[in-house]
């Protein structure tokens, strides 16, 4: 089960809580609703869905999935090994 405050005009979802416990701490405001809805909390982040009062959570068109993280150290390695074969002292 899912707790969702969206704003009503956009149809973005501003948050949601997953464990019913936590429910309280996720309150309407001006210009929000709040919904509960029967499902699992969603494998990505919030920004990937709107609300439909109809539908329910629907794909965000506007969502950029993120890149995956770069991993630094590897790449600091080869730039070294390369700079090692230009000045010609490669290991």
Same mark, same amino acid.
């Given at each position: 089960m899912i707790k969702i405050r969206y704003d009503e005009?956009?149809?973005?979802? =501003? *948050?949601w809580r997953g464990t019913e416990d936590r429910f309280d701490s996720l309150v309407e405001r001006a210009g929000q609703a709040t919904i509960i809805l029967d499902i699992p909390v969603p494998a990505k982040n919030k920004n990937a869905y709107l609300y439909d %009062?109809? =539908? *329910?959570? =629907?794909? %965000?068109?506007?969502? =950029?999935?993120?890149s995956p993280p770069r991993d630094l150290t590897t790449e600091i390695n080869v730039i070294n090994a390369r700079l090692k074969i230009l000045e010609g002292t490669h290991v």
């Open positions: 005009a956009t149809k973005k979802i =501003i *948050g %009062n109809k =539908i *329910g959570l =629907i794909p %965000n068109p506007a969502y =950029i999935e993120p």
